[in-house]
């Protein structure tokens, strides 16, 4: 322990093992108990080195912490001394670090009880068929790295914040883009690049909701959406979904400043919403003032049917934010999303993305629109959509395979994604069929979290509750689905105790 002078400065107690960390805190714990009291000398950097078997920098290091702090006075050619007027503490208050925590914000205490838990990719899983994961060997990793080498070189003399709603030049690529590929016709003002469609749905939920309102949203969902929209305080309205999307005649009664919905690939379901529904859907929101916010997250993949206009691009659709992302095409990895918003609320919108991080990655914007102009964005995207489609035609053969009539597949004819109901199976069985399945190096994931009530997975198509998994394929090669199927067939067994199933 540093000691004072004045009580035992030549003790011979071993302090070597001090560094300036250690010996500030002892300085500062003997300031405010006042061994040394308000003015007193300290002994020079130099000879409380000495002392305690340290190099000068270390001691020097504590002195200016302290001095920082509002502890010590330092004066070229004088020794340390302690301040006249240093804040009153008790010695126990610097110490403790099991203090009563401060009180937190409203959003604070909301997000502490209901955070969701992180699913960490495991690299040891023989095949992990979690959703939203990419496979690295699909990413065009030459022409991103030429788009990312240009727009390096390319910089301006001046580097400076730049615009909240993006790089006009990806704006006008992303304009041309959202026409050709979803016959969305908009301004370049109404497009507002961000770091992903999660930050697309806060900056919508942060300006549309306040505590107390109420939001629409399809039942089952996706529960990153529910929690950001929860967050404000808003209150969740959740609306039944069925082989349609989500039904819109049971909206009359829903008093709600917003819906979020997934029309173009029901997320986790994998249902499109049919034509009437949007045009009812689009209905209640005219009648009752109400935004809709379209999630379009992987629209690019379209496999046994034809592609629907997203809401957006339907007449009398005013008031609908669309959100798209590049995370299912290109990379999670690279955080770019885009939101079109209504006129109305440019300005806003705007102020609001400024506010939260000035503007997303520009070298990133760069890249992106050289690879839009150039053909060689949707060249890629046709590209993935062949090559998934080759993986989904694998994931559905191999659970024909490996289960036959135990399952039923629901979702397949678009997305990344599938819902894989097990007939005889309840829900209760989903946590010892998980633990089963990874034990073999298999990560598979329940549906339950997508509900309102998880002990309530329900197939309507059988009309009973039995357990459901969503099984993402766009990560694996061909070869680890099938040998992933094996796997988890043999899981299933164990876990139900019902003997070989094929």
Request: charged fraction near 25%; aromatic fraction near 8%.
């Amino acid at each position: 322990m540093v000691q004072s002078s004045k009580q035992n400065s030549s003790s011979g107690s071993s302090s070597s093992g001090l560094g300036a960390r250690g010996i500030y805190e002892n300085l500062r714990e003997q300031i405010v108990a006042e061994v040394y009291g308000r003015g007193d000398v300290l002994p020079s950097a130099r000879a409380l080195a000495v002392e305690l078997g340290v190099s000068r920098t270390t001691v020097t290091s504590a002195y200016e912490q302290l001095a920082a702090e509002g502890f010590v006075v330092i004066r070229h050619g004088a020794r340390p001394r302690v301040a006249i007027k240093v804040a009153h503490s008790e010695p126990g208050d610097l110490v403790d670090t099991a203090a009563e925590p401060h009180s937190l914000s409203a959003f604070a205490e909301r997000l502490r009880s209901r955070a969701i838990p992180t699913r960490v990719a495991s690299e040891k899983l023989v095949a992990d068929f979690r959703y939203g994961d990419m496979s690295a060997s699909d990413f065009p990793t030459l022409a991103w790295r030429k788009a990312m080498n240009d727009a390096a070189l390319g910089r301006p003399l001046k580097l400076s914040y730049g615009d909240p709603c993006g790089l006009i030049r990806l704006r006008a690529a992303l304009q041309g883009y959202l026409w050709r590929a979803r016959s969305i016709r908009c301004e370049v003002s109404e497009i507002v690049v961000v770091n992903g469609s999660q930050q697309g749905l806060d900056l919508c939920a942060r300006l549309l909701l306040d505590e107390g309102d109420g939001f629409a949203i399809e039942e089952p969902c996706y529960p990153m959406a529910r929690s950001v929209f929860e967050m404000t305080g808003a209150i969740a309205a959740p609306v039944e979904v069925d082989a349609e999307g989500i039904r819109a005649d049971l909206l009359a009664d829903v008093d709600a400043r917003l819906a979020y919905v997934t029309p173009s690939h029901q997320f986790p379901l994998g249902s499109v919403m049919s034509m009437g529904r949007r045009q009812q859907l689009l209905g209640w929101a005219k009648e009752k003032r109400a935004y809709i916010v379209e999630d379009d997250y992987d629209s690019e993949y379209r496999f046994d049917m034809n592609p629907i206009p997203p809401l957006r691009a339907l007449g009398g659709a005013s008031n609908v934010i669309y959100i798209g992302t590049v995370s299912k095409t290109l990379s999670p990895l690279l955080r770019i999303g885009y939101v079109v918003v209504p006129r109305e609320l440019q300005e806003v919108f705007a102020h609001a993305k400024r506010l939260t991080d000035r503007h997303a990655p520009s070298l990133e914007q760069e890249a992106l629109a050289t690879l839009m102009e150039t053909g060689a964005y949707e060249s890629h995207v046709r590209k993935s959509r062949r090559q998934n489609a080759r993986r989904r035609a694998a994931l559905l053969d191999a659970l024909q395979a490996e289960f036959r009539d135990l399952v039923r597949v629901e979702g397949a004819e678009a997305g990344l994604h599938v819902v894989v109901w097990f007939h005889d199976t309840p829900p209760s069985m989903a946590a010892s069929f998980i633990d089963k399945a990874a034990a073999l190096g298999v990560g598979i994931y329940s549906i339950s979290p997508h509900y309102f009530d998880q002990t309530l997975d329900f197939d309507q198509t059988l009309d009973r509750s039995c357990l459901g998994l969503v099984m993402g394929y766009a990560s694996l090669t061909e070869g680890q689905i099938h040998r992933g199927l094996k796997l988890l067939r043999r899981a299933y067994e164990e876990a139900t105790g019902c003997g070989d199933v094929s």
